[in-house]
């Protein structure tokens, strides 16, 4: 199962609001273009919290930002061929916590881009 697009809070105090209005489940998502399942889960999560936050969500916090995301594909695509290694070492300098050569790796590979080696090719002579 694919990840869930969590409506916005407009969305949410729309619905609430035709509720109170007197519109049916599924007149409101017809109205809105929204899934009767959302309507629905949307009523409930409202009746028992009595708001529209979301549920805070579980697992690790991530160590980096998009920024820092995109710094990393940056300085990766300026110089093809920096390892993870060394550029662990310029993001470090420029950060209070360290990060690891394998989170360097998991956003590379995110990004498509992916290590190799290059090819071995013979040197052109001054005869070729």
Known sequence: MGKV?????????AIMTLIEEGYLQREIAIKLK?????????IQRYSSTGGFK??????RPRVKTKTEDLHIITISKRSR???????????NEIR?????????????RHAGLF???GVR???VRPQN
């Open 115 to 117: 290590g190799s080696v």
């Open 81 to 91: 061929k920096k390892t993870a290694q060394e550029i662990r070492t310029q993001i």
């Open 54 to 59: 979301d549920k805070p969500s579980s697992g």
């Open 5 to 13: 697009k969590e409506l916005t809070i407009e969305t949410r105090s």
């Open 34 to 42: 929204i899934s009767k399942g959302a309507v629905h889960r949307t």
């Open 121 to 123: 090719k013979p040197f």
């Open 96 to 108: 209070e916590e360290p990060l690891s050569v394998s989170t360097i790796q998991r956003r590379l």
